[in-house]
């Protein structure tokens, strides 16, 4: 089965930026529609960005033009760059993984996503 190991949280200053990535057991990466999803304390979980196995990729409104979402399939690694972070960015941060294509408009949330990571903390202040 596949598994998915996220790194790169951390804590930073508003203004600032991280990288996140996300390594696959498998090769998923090339046959998926795979992203990022948040939890803040208190709210429900949320696509932050999503890649199609075509490259095509897909942002909330709430981060478009400050997060970069890309692939490397060789290296089975999936990666969020975050630029301008603002405090309101704070969440638990999760890769996940559904077979098939991003479009139709499911892929911002939860349920469409059959793979996922343990998560990693990003704390904006």
């Known amino acids: 089965d596949v598994q998915l190991v996220e790194s790169g949280g951390g804590s930073v200053q508003a203004g600032g930026s991280l990288r996140l990535s996300c390594g696959a057991s498998?090769?998923?990466?090339?046959?998926?529609?795979v992203g990022w999803l948040r939890q803040a304390p208190g709210k429900q979980r949320e696509g932050v960005a999503a890649?199609?196995?075509?490259?095509?990729?897909r942002y909330a409104d709430s981060v478009k033009g400050r997060f970069t979402i890309s692939k490397d399939n060789a290296k089975n690694t999936l990666y969020l760059q975050m630029n301008s972070l603002k405090p309101e960015d704070t969440a638990m941060y999760y890769c996940?993984?559904?077979?098939?294509?991003?479009?139709?408009?499911?892929?911002?949330?939860?349920?469409?996503?059959?793979?996922w990571g343990q998560g990693t903390q990003v704390t904006v202040s």
């Open positions: 498998g090769s998923i990466y090339g046959d998926a529609c």
């Open positions: 996940a993984a559904a077979r098939g294509s991003c479009s139709g408009g499911n892929w911002p949330y939860p349920d469409f996503f059959g793979y």
């Open positions: 890649i199609g196995f075509n490259g095509n990729t």
